[in-house]
């Protein structure tokens, strides 16, 4: 359901999908149907409705006008409360940043919550619309997690694709590249792991707790739902293990090829150490030098340099050094 900023949509469905106007939300009975009430809470205007008018008690308003959430699920006497997470597909929005979705679930009312726009909310909306949504408030709370996990293997998926062409580019793609690609996946595994871990246990408690408002039915895609979120948690462990041995790997890449030029220097310092001594010898300036009165005295000298170098790449071939 799209809600904008400074309003508050509110609809009715069981038998038949219908607009409320949200000024006469208050004479909705239940004979009219399941009552979904969607709020964007930092519409003022919808924060008193929720806190004045919304019969929901006052710890429950709370939670549902909280700014900042982590998810839980809460049972009372009165119905269910959940507090929900989303991958971000707002435009320009980082997905790990998860949107947050708090619902509160009675018999035949819904109402629920948000301070940013959520997609899966909006394929809920859709589904009413084409005669293929929900019947139940149950139901309507199995819907919106379903739509939820859904992104969420969206998400899942892709990190693992990306997990996937960077094990392709090691060694091949610039190291500054890789390694910022691999450190931002690592940070938006562990931004969506997050929320994932206490999204798992919300709705294992809901399972636990759906006598009043939850059917047999529901309470088993529920648990199919935090089944899924598991298998999630655990494709991004999986995920974030093949990053630290693709770390690993950079590093003794890197490594091997630093210990590569150290080799190649070394030898070249080698070979040009007997060089340099010669020059050395040669180059001081006393009396009594071999040659220093020969015309053939630099040929000499560049012989016997020549020799030697000569010499030294021959003894490191038999040792295999180079």
Not at 32 to 37: D, I
Not at 293 to 308: D, H, L, N
Request: glycine share 8%.
């Amino acid at each position: 359901m799209v809600a904008r900023t400074g309003s508050r949509v509110a609809i009715t469905f069981r038998p038949v999908v219908r607009l409320v106007d949200p000024a006469s939300v208050d004479q909705w009975t239940k004979d009219q149907g399941v009552l979904w009430v969607h709020i964007d809470v930092n519409d003022s205007a919808s924060q008193r409705w929720l806190e004045q008018h919304s019969g929901v008690e006052q710890s429950v308003t709370d939670i549902l006008l909280a700014g900042e959430t982590r998810p839980r699920s809460h049972a009372t006497e009165d119905g269910l409360l959940t507090v929900l997470r989303g991958v971000n597909t707002n435009p320009g929005q980082d997905p790990e940043d998860m949107v947050s979705i708090r619902i509160w679930i009675e018999k035949d009312r819904i109402i629920t919550a948000r301070r940013r726009q959520l997609m899966s909310v909006q394929d809920v909306r859709a589904s009413l619309d084409e005669g293929s949504g929900p019947k139940s408030s149950g139901g309507f709370l199995t819907a919106l997690v379903e739509r939820l996990a859904d992104r969420i293997g969206d998400y899942v998926d892709n990190i693992e694709e990306r997990v996937g062409a960077a094990e392709d580019g090691v060694g091949l793609v610039d190291p500054t590249t890789f390694r910022q690609s691999l450190t931002s996946i690592r940070q938006e595994i562990a931004g969506v792991r997050r929320f994932l871990a206490p999204q798992r246990d919300a709705l294992d408690r809901l399972y636990r707790h759906s006598d009043n408002v939850l059917s047999v039915l529901d309470s088993q895609d529920l648990l199919e739902e935090a089944d899924r979120i598991t298998r999630y948690l655990e494709d991004l462990d999986l995920a974030r293990e093949r990053t630290l041995v693709l770390r690993e790997e950079f590093l003794g890449v890197l490594a091997q090829e630093q210990n590569q030029r150290m080799y190649v220097l070394s030898v070249v310092a080698a070979i040009f150490l007997p060089l340099t001594f010669v020059t050395g010898l040669l180059g001081m300036n006393v009396g009594g030098l071999p040659g220093l009165e020969s015309p053939r005295g630099f040929v000499a000298s560049i012989a016997i340099m020549t020799i030697s170098a000569l010499i030294l790449i021959v003894y490191f071939r038999w040792k295999k050094w180079l």
